[in-house]
């Protein structure tokens, strides 16, 4: 008998056409969602035909949608999106399920509090504090004078870098809090400003890594250390590639770390992926995320064969048969984010497409908005006006080719200034 397999559904680290391409001939998937919500509504023709879909939003009893899932059979329960970590742990503990513990599932999702966790086991995370909702403009100033200045300010529960923001002064900070605020983000935390230093990885790559692993049966399994090209300001990915540029050293000390936060968090099962900023001081940890990496699942499997997607569905059915092994990696897989910069507004052409996807190495590109839609960069991820797939023989080969995409595919905006002289002469 065909196994099912619940997966709870939010915009995320997976599309329901990866899913169902992962799923192929191992399991049967339930999508649990909320089709009102904005990440789920887009895609539910399409998550209507990878599986069965039960429906669940904020007025539904976990209690409620255990029954339902309990009803058909689930023999196991995941989640791909930070949104609904917590939700897929109350609901694996109500159906007996393997699945992160509610208490851990807290901490994988709640930036202030992981990072209590991890600094008092420890590792080295960056200073931080909790700015609540109801914290005035004296309390504003008062966390970033005990954090210390330059400071980030950004969602205390939140994924993709949205609504990150670089702070300067405690003014600065009061008026960035009222305007994430006024975003609609409540709940908010600051943190120490970690600079990087560029020599680790070498200038042309980012000073910014992840380490994806996959802990089943007592044991953790580093798939491997993920590497970015530089980031945009302030915090913006421009892309990612496996495995990263890095000397052996730095790596160990980079899977020693997470092997000791991933304990720390009581993290027992599934995918994780861990984001570290390279200081001169060593490798210092950002945060653990409970679920498989944006983007990762592409660029590991390109580059090593290895199902990273696969294997995250394999432990929430019970885990891999066997020890995980990892192929060396062949070439080096990655993608190139076209991310808008800070006074974008609008996309207003984007060219030479056709001679990107000539280069050698280049695989797909692809385009996410057209000329005349809006653009925010506080959006993060989900902000990119698209994306290259492609591969290369080595690093050195890397650069050279990221360099020639920068010069042939390129994208203009609509500034804000640009489009409120409009709004003026009209």
């Known amino acids: ?9 939010e915009n995320g680290s997976v599309n329901p056409l990866e899913l169902a391409v992962a799923a192929s001939g191992r399991c049967a998937l339930v999508l649990v969602c909320d089709p009102s919500s904005e990440g789920v509504r887009p895609a539910l023709p399409l998550l209507r035909e990878t599986g069965t879909v ?3 939003d904020d007025g539904t009893p976990p209690e409620e949608t255990a029954a339902r899932l309990r009803d058909l059979g689930v023999d196991g329960i995941t989640t791909f999106s930070d949104l609904t970590v917590e939700l897929t742990a109350v609901l694996a503990r109500l159906l007996g399920l393997d699945f992160h513990d509610p208490l851990t599932a807290a901490l994988l999702v709640d930036k202030h509090r992981q990072r209590a966790r991890l600094a008092q086991a420890g590792l080295p995370t960056p200073r931080h504090a909790a700015v609540p909702a109801e914290a005035g403009e004296q309390e504003v100033r008062a966390a970033v004078t005990a954090v210390g200045a330059p400071a980030v300010v950004k969602p205390r529960r939140g994924a993709g870098s949205r609504n990150t923001v670089l702070v300067r002064t405690g003014e600065e900070g009061v008026r960035t809090v009222t305007a994430l605020r006024a975003a609609g983000e409540r709940e908010l935390v600051l ?3 970690l600079a990087g230093d560029a020599t680790v990885a070498g200038p042309q790559w980012g000073d910014y890594v992840s380490v994806e692993s996959v802990a089943h049966g007592g044991r953790i399994t580093h798939i491997g250390v993920t590497g970015k090209p530089p980031l945009l300001e302030p915090f913006r990915e421009t892309g990612a590639f496996f495995p990263a540029d890095l000397p052996a050293p730095v790596r160990a000390e980079l899977l020693a770390a997470t092997g000791d936060a991933l304990r720390a968090l009581g993290v027992s099962g599934g995918v994780t992926h861990t984001e570290f900023k390279l200081t001169a001081d060593g490798p210092r940890l950002i945060e653990v995320n409970g679920r498989l990496g944006g983007f990762v699942n592409d660029v590991v499997g390109r580059a090593t064969g290895f199902p990273l997607l696969r294997t995250a569905l394999d432990c929430a ?20 984010f076209l991310a808008p910069p800070v006074d974008a507004r609008a996309v207003s052409s984007v060219t030479g497409v056709r ?11 692809e385009l996410a908005k057209s000329p005349g839609q809006p653009v925010d960069w506080r959006q993060g991820t989900q902000a990119f006006v698209g994306i290259v797939y492609g591969d290369a023989p080595d690093h050195r080969a890397l650069a050279e080719r990221l360099a020639e995409l920068d010069g042939v595919l390129r994208v203009a905006y609509d500034t804000g200034s640009e489009a409120e002289g409009a709004e003026a002469a009209s």
């Open 317 to 336: 059915l019970g885990g891999p048969p066997g020890p995980l092994t990892v192929p060396a990696p062949g070439r080096v897989a990655y993608q190139r």
């Open 355 to 365: 001679e990107a996807r000539a280069l050698p190495g280049v695989r797909r590109v």
């Open 1 to 9: 008998m065909e196994r099912r397999l619940a997966v709870v559904y």
């Open 191 to 193: 943190e120490e400003y």
């Open 54 to 56: 039960v429906t669940h």
